[in-house]
């Protein structure tokens, strides 16, 4: 049970993690968001092994959140 607990809690904090990184990159790409088309962000779901990348518009992240 503990360690359902703790895979739990570790999702967690990789879906947080993930959200700031997300968040940080479309900071970042505003500045770029007239010569960009689409941007990569990170998957933020629950699954810590997840490295997926998905290509988006910033328009389409904010509306996503």
């Known amino acids: 049970m503990q360690e359902a607990a ?3 809690e570790r999702a967690a904090r990789n879906e947080a993690l ?3 990184v997300n968040e940080r ?3 970042v790409n505003k500045a770029f968001e007239s010569i960009l088309e ?3 962000f ?3 779901c629950a699954d810590i092994d997840c ?3 998905i290509g ?3 328009r389409e ?4 959140a």
């Open 56 to 58: 988006m518009t910033l």
């Open 25 to 27: 990159v479309e900071e």
């Open 38 to 40: 689409n941007t990569d």
């Open 42 to 44: 990170f998957c933020e």
């Open 61 to 64: 992240c904010e509306s996503a």
């Open 6 to 8: 703790g895979r739990g």
């Open 51 to 53: 490295m997926e990348k």
């Open 18 to 20: 993930f959200r700031r």
